[in-house]
C-alpha cells in the first residue's frame, strides 16, 4: 500500500486566494483526520470523519475552513480566503475501526506545508 | 475535553545513555495511548502504543509505562543512538472500539531529543 496521500507536498499564494489540500487514505481506512502543525499550537486536530461523514470538527479555527470527503477514497481541506496565520504543515492521517477493540493507529501522510503571503 | 502535557521539552542525552520522556492526561475515560516519532520535515511516525489494559509495553529500545492511577505514562529509551533525535509526541484518546468515540487523539506539546555523540 502507498500509505496516506497528500497533495501538493508545498502550496505558497497570496492572501485572500483559495488553496485546497487533497488526501487519500489508505485502502480500506474508515477513519480519516485532518491536522495543522505549527510551532506555536503544535499538532491540532481540525475535523475527522468515519465512512466519509464529518463527526467533529471542533478544531475548525473558522469558517473559512471546510472540509469534505465525498467518498471513501477522497477528502479535501479548504481555505477561503487564505490569511498568513494559516501558515502550517497540514497532515492529513487516516485509521481502521475495527470493533470491538479497534486499531486506533493513526497513519500520517506527508503533509503538506502551506505559506500564504 | 482531553488536556495531555508533556515534559521536558527538549532533551540531551549522551549516546548510549537512557531518555525518559513523561506525559499526563486528565480524562479518566482516555484508554489509548500512542507515541510519535516526528524527524525534521518529516511526518509523525508511530512507534509504540499502549492501552489501557497493560502497564506496559516493550519494543526492543523503547517502552512505555502507564499508570492509570495517576493518569500519567512514559517513554523510556534505552541505549540512545544518533538516529533517535527527533521530536517525540505522545498522545491520549478514547480509543474508538470501546465507546464509538473515533479515536480522536489530543497531542502533547512534544519533547525534541538530542543524541549527542
Known amino acids: 500500500d502507498a500509505g496516506v496521500i497528500q497533495s501538493p507536498r508545498h502550496e505558497v499564494t497570496e492572501m485572500g486566494q483559495e488553496v485546497t489540500l487533497r488526501c487519500k487514505p489508505i485502502s480500506g481506512h474508515d477513519y480519516l483526520f485532518w491536522y495543522r502543525q505549527t510551532m506555536m499550537r503544535g499538532l491540532e486536530l481540525l475535523i475527522y470523519f468515519n465512512n466519509n461523514v464529518p463527526i467533529d470538527d471542533s478544531g475548525m479555527p473558522e469558517d473559512r475552513f471546510s472540509a469534505k470527503m465525498p467518498n471513501a477514497s477522497f477528502s479535501t481541506l479548504k481555505i477561503q480566503p487564505s490569511e498568513p496565520r494559516d501558515s502550517a504543515v497540514y497532515f492529513c492521517?487516516?485509521?481502521?475501526?475495527?470493533?470491538?477493540?479497534?486499531?486506533?493507529?493513526?497513519?500520517f501522510g506527508p503533509g503538506t506545508r502551506l505559506t500564504v503571503l | 475535553g482531553e488536556n495531555v502535557e508533556q515534559h521536558p521539552s527538549t532533551l540531551s542525552v549522551q549516546e548510549g545513555d537512557s531518555a525518559v520522556i513523561k506525559c499526563t492526561y486528565s480524562?479518566?475515560?482516555?484508554?489509548?495511548f500512542p507515541w510519535y516519532k516526528q524527524e525534521l520535515g518529516k511526518r509523525p511516525q508511530l512507534i509504540i502504543d499502549?492501552?489501557?489494559?497493560?502497564g506496559e509495553k516493550k519494543d526492543q529500545r523503547i517502552a512505555v509505562t502507564l499508570n492509570k492511577t495517576a493518569k500519567h505514562f512514559s517513554l523510556h529509551i534505552t541505549e540512545t543512538q544518533p538516529e533517535d533525535s527527533a521530536v517525540y509526541f505522545c498522545?491520549?484518546?478514547?480509543?474508538?472500539?470501546?465507546?464509538?468515540?473515533?479515536?480522536?487523539?489530543?497531542f502533547g506539546t512534544g519533547t525534541q531529543l538530542k543524541v549527542e555523540l
Open positions: 498522545a491520549a484518546s478514547i480509543g474508538q472500539g470501546l465507546t464509538g468515540g473515533g479515536n480522536k487523539l489530543t
Open positions: 492521517a487516516s485509521s481502521l475501526g475495527a470493533p470491538p477493540t479497534g486499531t486506533d493507529t493513526q497513519y
Open positions: 499502549i492501552r489501557s489494559n497493560v
Open positions: 480524562d479518566s475515560a482516555s484508554n489509548y
